[in-house]
């Protein structure tokens, strides 16, 4: 494969992990279903929150990578928390 597409897949599934521990860690501690209630995430910077404690799982998405030999990957992940940081900081 590719170069540029393994960091696309490595990037792309670290940002889809994300969004999704990040719904998920939302409805655990809220209570409330962030698909229905996708309003709550425009008040305030409940969705860097959210987006922030979602990128924690892909920790072990970056070791899964470096153990396979698929180190563009694994920049593609590194890359994905430079995105997360900035969303953050910015967003």
Known sequence: ????????????TALLGSFVFG????RLFTGMNPFTDWSIFTYGNVASKAFSIGSIPNI???YLFLNRDNYDSA???IFSFIIIALYIIFG
């Open 1 to 12: 494969m590719n170069r540029l597409l393994k960091f696309l897949i490595g990037t792309f």
């Open 23 to 26: 719904c998920i860690f939302f």
């Open 60 to 62: 072990g998405l970056f």
């Open 75 to 77: 920049r593609g992940v």
